[in-house]
């Protein structure tokens, strides 16, 4: 990617929620695989009872006036910092132009009478392609809407951001899960995320398989493997919960945090302070398999933005959940 995305949440992510509400025509492919999280792939000779099997969207060849367009319910509501339409596959079936639309209807799916805002104007296609747009705006959206003139296939809709959470409304003693994606929690760097990316240890649930966590490559140096979590809202973390589900002959021998406050700095400069964050919780065994909650162990460190978790040395984890209160 020449733009970096990757600190962000997906908020077109099916596995948060999101919906692919209503398509113009989807004869050839389903709405519903925009949303997939897995990239998408291509099958040889597969085919179904309307043509050639496409893993994205697609629309018949249009014969008359218009466009075709598909209205997606984000999985959370969020500002949006940058969108990738991705036409991977599609090389003679791609639309050669698309704009993206979005609305702002926390009632429900929007209407006739809905005031949609041009987020990305119309803007030339590739076959094949990662199509990579950054979106300068602090506005809340709920909906967005891809238009694809006229008509064609694009495999996937990522519409990176950050979720919008009400946290003056929150009463200061509620115990809520500070790094979990639905209340900002993002992951911003890793050592390594050979076979699962950083970001599904702060989803919701448990995970659905070990594809559905954060898993490393087998480590052959000197070292250990870790990962560092911005919180959705700065907090005093009481309890730890780590959880290795799946992960059976791959999980790592143990784990340790360690966090900090952090007043400066970029997201991406936050890797070289962490070296010297302070214990929040010492190293402790892991099992596989296993749902690990630390309580006693955890350090009284005040309040937190960061933390990065160390495994040792690698294997994988399964999700991340990081307690607390609300600081000031």
Request: glycine fraction near 10%; charge should be negative; hydrophobic fraction near 35%.
């Amino acid at each position: 990617m020449s733009l970096d995305f990757e600190q962000y949440v997906n908020l077109a992510d099916e596995k948060l929620g999101a919906e692919a509400l209503f398509a113009t025509d989807d004869f050839f492919a389903d709405k519903s695989r925009l949303l997939r999280r897995e990239a998408p792939v291509w099958k040889d000779d597969l085919y179904d009872d309307n043509g050639k099997w496409m893993d994205g969207w697609e629309s018949r060849r249009k014969r008359g006036e218009g466009y075709d367009y598909c209205i997606v319910k984000l999985g959370l509501a969020g500002v949006i910092a940058g969108v990738d339409i991705d036409t991977s596959f599609f090389t003679g079936n791609f639309p050669p132009s698309a704009s993206l639309d979005a609305c702002y209807s926390p009632e429900g799916a929007p209407t006739d009478s809905t005031e949609w805002e041009e987020i990305i104007p119309s803007t030339s296609l590739e076959g094949d392609k990662h199509h990579l747009s950054e979106i300068d705006s602090d506005k809340v959206y709920t909906h967005v809407r891809l238009n694809i003139y006229p008509d064609g296939g694009v495999a996937r809709l990522r519409v990176y951001g950050r979720p919008s959470v009400d946290w003056d409304s929150m009463d200061a003693l509620q115990q809520v899960d500070l790094a979990a994606v639905e209340n900002g929690g993002r992951a911003l760097a890793c050592s390594d995320e050979h076979y699962g990316n950083k970001s599904n240890i702060l989803g919701p649930g448990r995970g659905e398989n070990m594809g559905d966590g954060w898993e490393t490559a087998r480590r052959r140096t000197p070292g250990n493997d870790w990962v560092i979590v911005a919180l959705g809202h700065a907090g005093k973390v009481d309890r730890v919960v780590v959880d290795t589900a799946h992960f059976k002959g791959n999980f790592p021998d143990s784990c340790s945090i360690q966090a900090a406050y952090v007043k400066g700095g970029t997201d991406d400069q936050v890797a070289t302070q962490s070296l010297f964050w302070r214990e929040l919780l010492p190293a402790q065994k892991l099992k596989a398999h296993d749902i690990h909650e630390f309580i006693s162990e955890v350090e009284d460190l005040g309040a937190i933005t960061h933390v990065r978790l160390n495994i040792f040395p690698d294997g994988g984890i399964s999700r991340l959940r990081l307690f607390g209160t609300k600081a000031d």
